[in-house]
């Protein structure tokens, strides 16, 4: 029944993701369920209420540096003694960042007062509680000028097991490659329809055991996502009634190969996933499962392959996702890179070479391979020249670099014939 609820009070969101029509099956009717009178969190479809919004706002009856704040539960009834958190940020050009946590409890009618606040520019505030092993907390805020602020946050009843949580969740995953690696970014959308906060405790997302590079964006919230090596990435934190986003980013080697397989698995109750990838003429893009990609035109105009896959009722879960690029290239960029670097070099090593010895300078030589050095770095950090690939430029341009050394010691003029015979005698 669950399943069919998510599945109903979902539909149209997920297709919004995929730019499909709704199946006809997701929009029939479900059965009564005691949840849906509160399943969507954006409210709108079939009368449904989302859950009350936490936030701070201005109040002019409130002190400037103080914050009032009004503790409720999901229904809007105040929760009584319950310490709640306000953690304060500086931020300062000059000193880096300081931060500090002040607490108090509520009182009958849910009600905490935090007075005496730092205030003045770069200084952020955000309100949290600690409950049942959750974490709730409204969007961090500026103090205004000349007045307090008032928050509102909700708690909700906390469950670890996302069977017992009304989840829904909706994905894309874009993969391209780029030198000798293959950049892979996932995003997810995760909706909690019900009235109960699901907590995900280590979470764990398969990736494949050579991935590396991994980058996770951080958000507003104590929802976290966490390489493990090996293994894949750990998704932990608190998923409350709403709409909540996860991002992560991570690579694979790539040896310019033809073909590359891509395997990433899935959060739970997956109900729309969405496979991206940039592509030559030649590519072809595969997804197990899915329909046949479309190509389309991003905004800087380069093909890209898209397909999609909404999942009905009857389907299997999809816990994974299998993708396979097809056509690639042979020879890769980070190769092309590499031999272009290589035949400067040489290049530049025979116009030395044929130079006469009196214009011919080591100093000039390194001036050259320093710059050269300073050029690979830079394009290193910028992205545009891969880890193998930097490695390798690297270490040529230092070994020519030695090189410069040894010859201007086998270069060094001889010694008059005559110290050598003083020395001779001496």
């Not at 979902?10 to 006809?24: E, F, H, N, Q, R």
């Not at 369920?33 to 479809?45: F, I, S």
């Not at 030198?179 to 907590?199: E, P, T």
Request: hydrophobic share 40%; charged share 20%; with cysteine.
């Amino acid at each position: 029944m669950r399943r069919e609820v998510r599945a109903a009070a979902s539909a149209a969101l997920l297709a919004t993701l995929l730019g499909a029509t709704v199946p006809a099956a997701a929009q029939e009717e479900p059965e009564a369920d005691p949840h849906a009178a509160n399943a969507d969190p954006h409210g709108g479809q079939g009368g449904m209420q989302g859950p009350p919004p936490d936030g701070a706002v201005e109040d002019a009856k409130i002190p400037h540096g103080s914050i009032a704040v009004q503790l409720l539960d999901g229904n809007g009834t105040p929760v009584p003694r319950t310490e709640v958190a306000v953690g304060v940020l500086v931020s300062s050009v000059a000193s880096g960042d300081r931060r500090s946590r002040v607490t108090a409890t509520t009182d009958a009618q849910g009600l905490a007062r935090f007075d005496n606040l730092e205030t003045g520019l770069g200084v952020a505030y955000r309100v949290s509680v600690v409950k049942d092993g959750a974490t709730f907390a409204a969007p961090p805020f500026n103090m205004p000028p000349t007045s307090g602020m008032r928050a509102q946050l909700h708690v909700y009843p906390v469950v670890t097991d996302v069977e017992q949580a009304m989840i829904v969740s909706q994905g894309m995953l874009f993969a391209e490659v780029k030198d000798d690696r293959v950049q892979v970014q996932q995003a997810f959308r995760i909706y909690n329809f019900g009235k109960s906060a699901w907590v995900a405790n280590d979470l764990l997302l398969p990736l494949p055991a050579d991935f590396t590079g991994f980058a996770a964006q951080q958000g507003m919230s104590d929802i976290s996502a966490t390489a493990i090596p090996k293994k894949g990435v750990a998704i932990r934190g608190t998923f409350p009634p709403g709409q909540h986003v996860v991002e992560y980013r991570w690579q694979l080697p790539y040896a310019g190969d033809a073909e590359v397989h891509i395997e990433a698995g899935m959060p739970p109750h997956l109900a729309a996933m969405q496979v991206v990838a940039p592509a030559s003429r030649q590519m072809v893009l595969e997804a197990a499962d899915f329909p046949a990609p479309q190509s389309q035109t991003d905004g800087q105009g380069q093909r890209v392959l898209v397909t999609g896959k909404q999942l009905r009722r009857e389907d299997p879960p999809l816990d994974r996702v299998k993708v396979t690029l097809r056509g690639l290239p042979t020879e890769g960029p980070g190769k092309l890179v590499a031999t272009l670097m290589a035949a400067c070099t040489v290049a530049a090593g025979l116009v030395l070479g044929t130079r006469k010895p009196e214009r011919r300078t080591h100093e000039a030589e390194r001036q050259r391979i320093l710059a050269a050095l300073a050029d690979l770095e830079k394009a290193h950090q910028d992205g545009v020249v891969g880890p193998k690939t930097y490695e390798r430029g690297r270490r040529e341009l230092l070994d020519e670099l030695a090189r410069t050394f040894a010859g201007e010691s086998e270069s060094a003029p001889p010694k008059p014939a005559t110290a050598r015979k003083k020395k001779r005698s001496a």
